[in-house]
């Protein structure tokens, strides 16, 4: 439960952090 919500919020983060980089890239 515990490292599935771990794994859950890294996803997550790296999800966000992809996002960030192609608004910066494509903005």
């Known amino acids: 439960?515990?490292?599935k919500l771990m794994a859950?919020?890294?996803i997550v983060?790296?999800?966000a952090a992809?996002?960030?980089f192609y608004r910066d890239t494509l903005g």
């Open 1 to 3: 439960m515990f490292r």
């Open 8 to 10: 859950t919020e890294l």
């Open 13 to 15: 983060r790296d999800l």
């Open 18 to 20: 992809c996002t960030a």
